[in-house]
């Protein structure tokens, strides 16, 4: 069974950090584009960050220069490191995996790009 599954979550004060892990079970990242979209209390789901199998990292505006996307695929995990947290970064993150790269198509930004997801992770900035 292909499984997704998020750690790391938490509570942190504004400006501080968090590192979010995926670990990925039942088939290998190596070969999968994987990403990470959040869903803010009553807000849609957005698109955070995508990474290509070879290591080409995208970001949404609101996160460049703060978040970054990185791959271990020795240990069929991705991470995501969130610094300078800001209350409107609070969020359920979730991990996202497909073997279709779909910047091909423009379109790396849609939930429906994406086979296989987590079941999310809790992040929430407050002093």
């Known amino acids: 069974q292909l499984q997704l599954v998020e750690s790391g979550g938490g509570l942190v004060q504004p400006g501080g950090s968090l590192r979010l892990s995926c670990a990925a079970s039942?088939?290998?990242?190596?070969?999968?584009?994987v990403g990470w979209f959040r869903q803010a209390p009553r807000k849609a789901r957005e698109w955070v960050t995508y990474m290509t199998t070879s290591g080409l990292a995208i970001y949404t505006d609101s996160v460049k220069g703060r978040f970054t996307i990185s791959r271990d695929n020795a240990k069929n995990t991705v991470y995501l490191q969130m610094n300078s947290l800001k209350p409107e970064d609070t969020a359920v993150y979730y991990c996202?995996?497909?073997?279709?790269?779909?910047?091909?198509?423009?379109?790396?930004?849609?939930?429906?790009?994406?086979?296989?997801w987590g079941q999310g992770t809790q992040v929430t900035v407050s002093s």
């Open positions: 039942g088939f290998t990242l190596d070969a999968y584009v």
């Open positions: 996202v995996a497909d073997r279709i790269d779909p910047l091909r198509i423009g379109e790396i930004w849609y939930e429906y790009r994406y086979d296989h």
